[in-house]
């Protein structure tokens, strides 16, 4: 609901037909698309498939790349001291160029043309998988981790595109989707490389080193070569200097992603992400051997566990756009971060100590006491982060400027690394300096990720809102939304008219429209309990009739002429008062006063159904105080073409809300 507003230029109108082969600059001028209900559409179109693709394959190669080089410590038979070593340096030199060339890539991102920089960013890969490749051929480690340092240049590089690109390919309704996948797509590809980089030198035998040299280069050749079929997407800032010195670039970008506080937040949240994963996936080869029973130096349960929570990830990151009904919704942000802390919790009381017995497969495990249920959390935990994931991508892409999306993903990855690099020391340290138990990690860990929740969702309450708000409508009604996606303008200033027919009408318009709403409603009802905590977190604006109060009613005109004014909506109930028999009562003059003296686009919209659902006067005070009658009513949310706010008068727009309602109250 209420939204901190970008500073961006309109998007053009355009809402259907062939996607153009050239997208315009700026997050919101995307190309228009087929319309599709399944985000699984954007899987069939161009302007989302090889992009997806070349970000599947960079994820699976890196993973294939950096297990290859753990296999091959084994293959030579290195010792277990100098494993350690190599272990724990390869992560270091993948992170390093995250601090040194982020705040490069940023701008080098913003600057040039999306599609040739990942054209460049393939091209690379190519060149250093093929150091790797001799690197194997050679059983050479410093080779091999001289080009594990460039490989984490080249993402690097990578990162501010993966991102910053998908406003620019998608409708607004499309970025939870959209995010939904790449996120499913990166998890699955990591988990996968994981595994056949971990496989490799076992299935090839004494051909190991040349099968993963192999493999590497292989995957970067088809990396570039989907790449080049990505369609042309313009620049964000074409006109950007690029100042090459890293760290004062690094603090003016890092500031640069503190300026909204909404997407402020948001970064530490996709921050804190990376911090539990981290934590939580790094503990996993010693958790499935000591505490649940796997065989000495056997991977399977250790690789179970992992693919239990990236499956887990995947899922919940595919449902996001289906419980969010296809709009940026933060509220499903608080119920990932506590679902992540409950499923920690019952981790860790699960099983608190070591295994009953060692030695065990898979199926043996589930068969254990309390096997499924550690498999049950642990798929959990990757199912609410899923949840926690996506819409904080999805708000960070929705309200960063085109011009400076590049760059603020840039400082999201340096702090992103910061917050990994800082998991791996303070995991280690818990353990050695403290002498916790990794379930002892995992109980801290979970009160942690509630801790650092709630002081996020403190600083901004309208996640919490947005949860709250979510729960409701979905709890209490089944809804359907017509029009809202092509009619309801992606960008600037817009009036929104509907009639009035329950005490939760703004609720369920909220819940329908894509884009944060400012509602104009009777200041009684905005005092409603429960709904009033809300009401004034979304920044609704209280109104009274002129005889109630004069001071109240100026205030709401100044207030509204000044949300438009900043490019935001609006949204009034011209009648003025719940419908007291189910009919559209006639919408008075407020409405016209508002376009005289700013003439935006109205929307005309209607609540159909509402009537026999609860909360309105159909039924009696005391009958509304029980529990209504029409619990989980099908109700619909209509939208039609804008009209002109330049002469529309009050009787024209009551008239097109009365058509579009139609005989459904």
């Known amino acids: 609901m209420a939204q901190d507003k970008p500073n961006r230029p309109a998007a053009p109108g355009a809402r259907s037909g062939d996607a153009p082969t050239t997208a315009p600059a700026g997050p919101r001028a995307q190309p228009a698309a087929p319309a599709t209900h399944s985000q699984f559409g954007l899987l069939r179109q161009r302007r989302f498939l090889p992009y997806f693709t070349v970000q599947a394959l960079g994820a699976f190669n890196d993973n294939v790349y950096r297990q290859a080089i753990i296999g091959l410590l084994f293959y030579l038979g290195i010792s277990s001291e100098d494993r350690t070593l190599y272990t724990n340096l390869a992560p270091a030199l ?18 040039m043309q999306k599609q040739r920089l990942i054209v460049i960013t393939t091209a690379m890969e190519i060149a ?43 409708k607004p309704e499309e970025l939870t989707g959209g995010n939904g996948l790449v996120e499913m797509g990166t998890s699955i590809s990591i988990l996968v490389g994981m595994i056949y980089g971990g496989l490799v030198f076992q299935l090839a035998g004494s051909w190991g080193p040349e099968a993963a040299a192999a493999s590497v280069v292989a995957l970067a050749v088809a990396g570039n070569l989907v790449a080049r079929t990505i369609p042309r997407i313009d620049a964000g800032a074409p006109e950007l200097k690029v100042h090459w010195n890293p760290i004062p670039e690094s ?133 609410f982060a899923g949840l926690f994931i996506v819409p904080l991508f999805a708000l960070i892409q929705s309200r960063t400027p085109g011009n400076e999306l590049s760059r603020v993903i840039a400082g999201l990855n340096i702090q992103n690394a910061a917050f ?21 990690v995992f109980l801290a860990l979970a009160i942690a990720n509630a801790v650092v929740a709630i002081y996020i969702f403190t ?57 944060p709403v400012r509602f104009v409603m009777y200041h009684r009802i905005f005092r409603i309990p429960v709904l009033r905590w809300i009401f004034r977190t979304a920044r609704a604006i209280p109104i009274a009739p002129e005889r109630e109060d004069p001071a109240l009613m100026r205030r ?108 459904r109250a």
């Not at 981790?145 to 240049?153: E, I, P, Q």
Request: hydrophobic share 55%.
């Open 459 to 515: 600083i901004v309450p309208e996640f919490l809102m947005r949860l709250l708000s979510w729960m409701l409508v979905r709890a209490l009604y089944r809804l359907r939304v017509h029009g809202v996606e092509a009619h309801v303008p992606d960008e600037g200033p817009g009036l929104i008219v509907c009639n009035h027919v329950s005490y939760m009408d703004a609720l369920i318009l909220a819940a329908s429209i894509p884009r």
């Open 94 to 111: 993948f992170i390093l160029p995250y601090f040194l060339f982020s705040a490069i890539a940023g701008q080098v991102a913003e600057r």
């Open 251 to 383: 603090w003016a970008i890092w500031k640069l992603t503190r300026r909204q506080l909404a997407v402020r937040n948001a970064i530490l949240g996709v921050s804190w992400f990376w911090f539990v994963g981290t934590v939580l996936t790094a503990q996993l080869p010693t958790y499935a051997e000591i505490n649940l029973g796997a065989p000495e130096r056997s991977t399977s349960l250790y690789i179970f566990a992992l693919a239990l929570f990236s499956v887990g990830v995947g899922i919940g990151s595919l449902l996001c756009e289906k419980l969010s009904m296809r709009t940026v919704e933060i509220g499903l942000v608080p119920l990932g971060a506590f679902g992540m802390s409950a499923c920690m919790l019952d981790l860790y009381l699960a099983r608190s100590g070591a295994a009953p017995a060692t030695g065990l497969a898979i199926a043996e495990f589930l068969a254990a006491p309390g096997g499924w249920r550690i498999a049950a959390d642990l798929t959990g935990i990757g199912f």
């Open 128 to 170: 250093i998988m093929s150091l790797a490749a001799i690197g194997f051929l050679t059983q050479n480690m410093p080779v091999l981790l001289v080009a594990l340092f460039c490989t984490g240049v080249q993402s690097t590089l990578f990162g501010p595109v993966k991102y910053s690109i998908l406003p620019a390919v998608l």
């Open 420 to 440: 990994i690099v800082a998991a791996a020391v303070l995991g280690v340290a818990v353990q050695r300096l403290l002498g916790w138990s990794i379930p002892q």
């Open 556 to 663: 709401a005109f100044e207030e509204i002429d000044r949300t438009l004014l900043e490019g935001e909506l609006v949204a009034i109930f011209p009648e003025g008062r719940l419908t007291a028999d189910g009919t559209i009562a006639p919408f008075r003059n407020g409405v016209e006063r508002i376009l005289e003296r700013r003439p935006v686009p109205v929307v005309p919209m209607a609540l159909r159904g509402m009537w026999s659902s609860m909360w309105s006067r159909q039924d009696s005070r005391l009958r509304r105080a029980r529990l209504p009658r029409r619990f989980r009513a099908h109700v619909e949310v209509a939208a039609a073409a804008p009209v002109d706010g330049a002469g529309a008068t009050a009787a024209d727009l009551e008239a097109k809300v009365r058509e579009l309602r139609g005989e």
